[in-house]
């Protein structure tokens, strides 16, 4: 039987709360159990439910979504919500699953819970994480066929508003497509998110500084609002 997580809203707007809703109640494996519109609700309702994740925006009036996150428990599970951008680094400085910008998309909403579900997998001994892709390999629509592309011959992915290119080993492949939806078909494992307009493939990277990835000859830009999720995970790796 699949497991059924309960999560909860914490947003002061009714708007953001509804779209919330509304993408919760597309996703089979989540349960909501209330939406609250401060974090003084979002207390009642944690010492009172399991809560398993909190959709929580950041800009709230008396106690900020940054300070209500740092006193949850370590199993209760974030997912910050909000408009501004410039509070991305401490939203990931406080362990959350993901970090969305308003307006939410479904697409964005689904790659968040994709990520968030992918923490639940329990590991035994030296068993590795999973792969997100049971596959090697993606097909992308491009000059009206669908092209196989394999995942290790991917250099890195350039973002051109409504398409992207993908540059591959063997040259360059646009696809009508954004890169949010593309990242999310990618595997975590081998391929990072370092500017809004750019992925790389994490075993062509060459070198890198605070500000750039070095990709195959190619210099590509680390967005301030992406640094220090990419130099926490290159470090570490």
Do not use: W
Request: hydrophobic letters at 40%; proline letters at 3%.
């Amino acid at each position: 039987m699949k497991k059924l997580y309960h999560c909860i809203i914490v947003d002061d707007e009714p708007t953001a709360r509804e779209i919330l809703m509304n993408y919760i109640e597309k996703i089979d494996s989540l349960k909501l159990i209330a939406e609250c519109k401060n974090a003084i609700e979002a207390f009642t309702v944690l010492n009172s439910e399991p809560v398993d994740l909190i959709f929580l925006d950041i800009n709230m009036p008396e106690i900020t979504g940054l300070s209500f996150a740092k006193s949850l428990k370590k199993n209760q599970k974030v997912i910050f919500t909000t408009a501004y951008r410039e509070y991305a680094v401490d939203g990931f400085d406080l362990q959350a699953v993901d970090y969305i910008l308003k307006p939410i998309s479904l697409e964005r909403f689904v790659q968040a819970i994709n990520k968030f579900l992918g923490l639940q997998i329990p590991l035994q001994n030296d068993q590795e994480v999973p792969s997100d892709d049971t596959s090697d390999f993606i097909f992308v629509r491009s000059d009206r066929k669908m092209v196989k592309i394999d995942f290790n011959s991917i250099h890195y992915i350039e973002s051109l508003n409504d398409y992207i290119k993908i540059y591959t080993e063997t040259g360059t492949i646009v696809t009508r497509e954004t890169i949010s939806n593309i990242e999310a078909k990618l595997p975590a494992n081998k391929f990072l998110r370092i500017h809004r307009s750019y992925i790389v493939s994490l075993q062509n990277i060459v070198s890198y500084t605070n500000e750039f990835v070095e990709v195959t000859n190619k210099a590509l830009p680390i967005s301030r609002s992406y640094r220090k999720q990419v130099i926490d995970y290159l470090s570490s790796i």
